[in-house]
Structure formats: C-alpha cells, structure tokens
C-alpha cells in the first residue's frame, strides 16, 4: 500500500479529524510495556472503527490507525511483515503492530526473577500469584513448573509454620 499517496486521499477527501474520539487518540512509543499499551490503544482504536469510523473501509480505517501510530509507527510499518493485501486490513496490521511489540522471552532471566521473589508485605495468595506469573515465562513445563512454584514458596515464604507445611 502506498501510504503517502492514501494518506493524502484521507486528508483530502474524508476529513479524518472531524471526530472528537479521532483527535483524541494517540500512540505513545515511550512507554515501558508497549504490549499492554499497545492492546489498550488497539481496544480505543476499534470503538472508534465501530463508532464515529463505522461505515469507512478497512484501506481507510489502516490510514487512521497509521497517522495515529506517529511517525515511528509508520516507519515500523514500512518493515513489517504483511503481504500488500493483509496492509489494507486493520485486524492483521494491528495483529503485526502487536507482534512487533511482544516482548521476546528470555527464560534465564525470567528464571533469575522467579527465583529472587519473596513473599515481602504481600499476602500468601499475592505471592502465589506473582510466582504463577512469573513462571509462565521461565520454559519450566506442566510439571516441573509446580514443583518450582511450591519450592519458591518454602525458600520464599515469611512463615516457618507455612514453609514446614510445604
């Protein structure tokens, strides 16, 4: 898709600000978990299509999400890896957009993490918690994985009495 040329069209023709929801919306690049920000804009973004955007077409809608995405975003949309027909989607571009910003797993790391948690203030069930999540990132399998949550739990835990039960 050539973008210069739509986004051109867009301006010209369909008077893309003319919504407040489409002024108000913004992707910011800066943020420390992009993939939950990115969701968050993704949910903001599709009410707006379904709402004020409702009867523009999928070519048009790629265009909004473009000029909101910023300049970087449509510098990393330039790299992407879509098929020129799936660029007119909205669904598979915010799919790459997605994929583009998910975190790439490091289970060494997720293992250091996971293995420095301690229960802290929090209550037994926010630490149990915490380890779940935790170890979810850490390639630990079905059973190995609750062999290492209960292990956390006994090096972890504040209470002798909790750490004997275990």
């Given at each position: 898709?050539?973008?210069?040329?739509?986004a051109s069209e867009v301006i010209l023709n369909i008077q893309p600000w003319n919504c407040r929801a489409c002024?108000?919306?913004?992707?910011?690049?800066?943020?420390?978990?992009?993939?939950?920000?990115?969701?968050?804009?993704?949910?903001?973004?599709?009410?707006?299509?379904?709402?004020a955007l409702e009867e523009k077409t999928d070519a048009v809608k790629v265009i909004y999400l473009l000029l909101?995405?910023?300049?970087?975003?449509?510098?990393?949309?330039?790299?992407?890896?879509?098929?020129?027909?799936?660029?007119?989607?909205?669904?598979?571009?915010?799919?790459?957009?997605?994929?583009?910003?998910?975190?790439?797993?490091?289970?060494?790391?997720?293992?250091?993490?996971?293995?420095?948690?301690?229960?802290?203030?929090?209550?037994?069930?926010?630490?149990?918690?915490?380890?779940?999540?935790?170890?979810?990132?850490?390639?630990?399998?079905?059973?190995?994985?609750?062999?290492?949550?209960?292990?956390?739990?006994?090096?972890?835990?504040?209470?002798?009495?909790?750490?004997?039960?275990?």
């Amino acid at each position: 898709m050539n973008f210069k040329h739509c986004a051109s069209e867009v301006i010209l023709n369909i008077q893309p600000w003319n919504c407040r929801a489409c002024q108000s919306l913004q992707w910011i690049w800066g943020s420390l978990n992009l993939l939950q920000s990115f969701k968050k804009f993704r949910k903001h973004a599709e009410l707006i299509f379904s709402g004020a955007l409702e009867e523009k077409t999928d070519a048009v809608k790629v265009i909004y999400l473009l000029l909101w995405l910023g300049e970087q975003g449509r510098e990393i949309f330039e790299t992407l890896e879509l098929a020129d027909d799936k660029r007119k989607i909205v669904k598979d571009t915010c799919e790459a957009f997605e994929k583009h910003v998910q975190p790439k797993s490091n289970p060494v790391f997720s293992r250091y993490k996971f293995n420095n948690e301690v229960q802290g203030d929090s209550t037994i069930e926010q630490f149990v918690t915490r380890l779940k999540v935790l170890a979810r990132d850490c390639n630990f399998g079905d059973t190995y994985r609750d062999n290492m949550i209960r292990d956390r739990i006994v090096f972890g835990v504040k209470s002798q009495k909790m750490r004997r039960n275990y």
